[in-house]
């Protein structure tokens, strides 16, 4: 079974600070990752989407990086601000027909002035 | 752009009732999704629908059953609430499986059972 992990669960950086964010899965046979970020009350919004053949993507401020072989996956955010603060979800999906998405439990990002 | 919107943001009913949450897609995918989301329990997968009138158990199904006759709405009924169905509930869509597309999500409906 599909286990997927993300670390630290909480973390606080001054503004302009470039991070790191972290999600190691046990079953290195998957189709894709997505990373989301969620704002208190609301719903997933999807911020990047990485291939199982593909080593990065990238996205203005933001990079995701895959290595599949030893199950990680790592959200890089340059130059840090305020309205990044929100939680950082990453999501592992295998192949086949409507196969479900297995979330980690989430990074929650306070970006401080 | 992408588009998943759930009929209500804030919902509360009463023990007992049988309750209706809508989603509506669209993006003509096939596949749409409903999850709750508890602190600490992180993100549940209840139902999805690969297709309409089609359907599939998540890992948390009792209690609630859903419904797509068209292809852009997927419903969740509970159908008699109960206080620990109180939660986040999260409708996703998402395009065919073979064209690696990313989950979409709404916005989420609050939904409280006194």
């Known amino acids: 079974k599909q286990e997927v992990t993300q670390i630290p669960a909480a973390l606080s950086v001054p503004e302009g600070e470039n991070l790191v964010l972290n999600c190691s899965f046990t079953?290195?046979?998957?189709?894709?990752l997505q990373w989301f970020r969620q704002d208190p009350g609301k719903g997933l919004t999807s911020l990047l989407l990485i291939q199982s053949s593909q080593r990065e993507q990238t996205s203005g401020r933001l990079n995701a990086s895959l290595d599949k072989s030893s199950g990680r996956s790592t959200l890089y955010i340059a130059a840090s601000q305020p309205g990044d603060s929100a939680t950082y979800l990453c999501a592992v999906r295998r192949g086949g027909t409507a196969s479900k998405l297995t979330f980690g439990t989430g990074t929650r990002l306070q970006v401080t002035l | 752009d992408v588009k998943v919107t759930q009929s209500s943001r804030y919902l509360v009913k009463r023990t007992g009732e049988k309750v209706f949450l809508e989603c509506v897609q669209d993006?003509?995918?096939?596949?749409m999704f409903w999850y709750r989301q508890d602190p600490g329990l992180g993100l549940r997968l209840i139902y999805f629908s690969y297709d309409v009138k089609m359907k599939e158990k998540g890992d948390i199904p009792e209690g609630y059953s859903v419904s797509r006759e068209k292809k852009e709405r997927f419903s969740l009924i509970l159908e008699s609430a109960s206080t620990n169905q109180t939660s986040m509930y999260l409708c996703a869509s998402r395009g065919r499986d073979r064209e690696a597309q990313p989950q979409h999500f709404g916005d989420g409906t609050r939904l409280s059972i006194l």
């Open positions: 079953d290195s046979a998957i189709y894709n």
């Open positions: 993006m003509d995918h096939e596949n």
